[in-house]
């Protein structure tokens, strides 16, 4: 079987509160499926790695394939948790290493 | 090396359709501030065709101030062909971006065709009147026009609307990408909230078919050579494209 390649997104929330964990992760995937549906969301693999309220950052993963997808949904996210809010994506890497030194830099 | 890559590879990013309030300052350089923190280098803001210069030169300060590039621009949004030809004459030389907003075919051919012309808008959501087809695209492809896409509404629209927009912008990108129609996508905002870094207006692309080496094409390249060229043209220094006069004087 043939090895399933991923990418870790490195992101930033920008917004007026904090959103938890659990309000970011739902607005991923609402804005996942909103533009291409239960399908092409099941498709993405996607998996919330690291998510900081304090810095209001986040680590996900996605499989490689779909990370075109997942971008384009995570650039039309405009509210989260009732608030308005605007998920930015600092880095991509293929591995979780690589991405904290992009990160840094 | 790597440095050195780096230097080289970096783009110039550029939004040419922020639409601010000028008469608000305090909006508008927050607007400009963020722009500039998300790695735009060059923006441009559409004022009405009775603008002074001294708002202009304020705008200007304020971009100078945040580190950013500004070029104005006029949103011309003629009737006819013949009210088109009249404002081009009019305004092309106080401005350094044109951009003609298409209400119905025959302004939109005439824009086209019209060397003069900068930019190509299409109303947002009034479907039927989107008049970018093949004809369109081919009197665009003899001329110096690009289409503009504005983001915005793929932001703000939901449900059927936005399902909508999709489908005539993925038939517009087409049909601009076969006539070789150079596409500037700008964001079309005047909130902060909604402005976008320029590598995630490129990912909003592929929501209409643009692959990545055209969708940064259109957020840093094609915007960034129309205000070059404009400018060049603009200069006093300008003969013809090609021919500049490069030094004048008695030792000539």
């Given at each position: 079987m043939k090895r399933v390649k991923r990418r870790y997104l490195a992101l930033q929330v920008d917004s007026d509160g904090?959103?938890s964990r659990k309000e970011f992760m739902d607005a991923v995937w609402s804005a996942v499926a909103k533009l291409y549906?239960?399908?092409?969301?099941?498709?993405?693999?996607?998996?919330?790695?690291?998510?900081?309220?304090?810095?209001?950052?986040?680590?996900?993963?996605?499989?490689?394939?779909?990370?075109?997808?997942?971008?384009?949904?995570?650039?039309?996210?405009?509210?989260?948790?009732?608030?308005?809010?605007?998920?930015?994506?600092?880095?991509?890497?293929?591995?979780?290493?690589?991405l904290r030194k992009k990160v840094r830099r | 090396m790597q440095k050195y890559r780096g230097v080289a590879m970096r783009?110039?990013?550029?939004?040419?359709?922020?639409?601010?309030?000028?008469?608000?300052?305090?909006?508008?350089?927050?607007?400009?501030?963020?722009?500039?923190?998300?790695?735009?280098?060059?923006?441009?803001?559409?004022?009405?065709?009775?603008?002074?210069?001294?708002?202009?030169?304020?705008?200007?300060?304020?971009?100078?101030?945040?580190?950013?590039?500004?070029?104005?621009?006029?949103?011309?949004?003629?009737?006819?062909?013949?009210?088109?030809?009249?404002?081009?004459?009019?305004?092309?030389?106080?401005?350094?971006?044109?951009?003609?907003?298409?209400?119905?075919?025959?302004?939109?051919?005439?824009?086209?065709?019209?060397?003069?012309?900068?930019?190509?808008?299409?109303?947002?959501?009034?479907?039927?009147?989107?008049?970018?087809?093949?004809?369109?695209?081919?009197?665009?492809?003899?001329?110096?026009?690009?289409?503009?896409?504005?983001?915005?509404?793929?932001?703000?629209?939901?449900?059927?609307?936005?399902?909508?927009?999709?489908?005539?912008?993925?038939?517009?990108?087409?049909?601009?990408?076969?006539?070789?129609?150079?596409?500037?996508?700008?964001?079309?905002?005047?909130?902060?909230?909604?402005?976008?870094?320029?590598?995630?207006?490129?990912?909003?692309?592929?929501?209409?078919?643009?692959?990545?080496?055209?969708?940064?094409?259109?957020?840093?390249?094609?915007?960034?050579?129309?205000?070059?060229?404009?400018?060049?043209?603009?200069?006093?220094?300008?003969?013809?494209?090609?021919?500049?006069?490069?030094?004048?004087?008695?030792?000539?």
């Open positions: 904090a959103p549906g239960e399908y092409g969301a099941s498709q993405t693999s996607l998996a919330l790695i690291d998510y900081d309220v304090e810095k209001k950052t986040a680590v996900i993963r996605t499989s490689l394939v779909t990370l075109d997808l997942v971008r384009a949904s995570l650039a039309s996210i405009t509210s989260l948790a009732n608030g308005e809010a605007v998920v930015h994506v600092l880095a991509v890497s293929g591995t979780i290493k690589a | 783009k110039t990013f550029a939004d040419l359709h922020l639409r601010l309030n000028v008469k608000d300052h305090a909006t508008a350089l927050r607007v400009i501030t963020k722009a500039a923190a998300l790695g735009y280098r060059l923006i441009a803001v559409p004022f009405p065709s009775e603008t002074r210069g001294d708002e202009v030169a304020k705008l200007k300060a304020v971009c100078s101030e945040a580190k950013i590039d500004f070029a104005s621009r006029i949103d011309l949004r003629p009737r006819t062909p013949n009210e088109l030809m009249h404002q081009l004459r009019r305004l092309r030389r106080k401005f350094e971006v044109i951009c003609v907003a298409c209400e119905n075919k025959q302004v939109a051919r005439q824009a086209a065709k019209d060397r003069r012309v900068d930019l190509l808008n299409f109303p947002l959501l009034d479907f039927r009147r989107r008049f970018f087809d093949r004809a369109e695209a081919e009197l665009a492809s003899n001329s110096l026009a690009a289409l503009e896409i504005d983001v915005k509404p793929l932001l703000v629209l939901e449900g059927p609307a936005r399902i909508r927009f999709l489908s005539s912008l993925r038939r517009e990108a087409a049909i601009a990408k076969e006539f070789h129609v150079p596409i500037v996508v700008s964001s079309g905002v005047s909130e902060e909230r909604l402005l976008r870094r320029p590598r995630e207006m490129a990912s909003l692309m592929f929501l209409f078919g643009l692959d990545e080496v055209s969708a940064l094409k259109a957020v840093a390249h094609n915007p960034v050579a129309i205000v070059k060229r404009n400018r060049e043209k603009l200069s006093s220094m300008f003969v013809a494209p090609g021919i500049r006069v490069i030094k004048e004087g008695k030792d000539c």
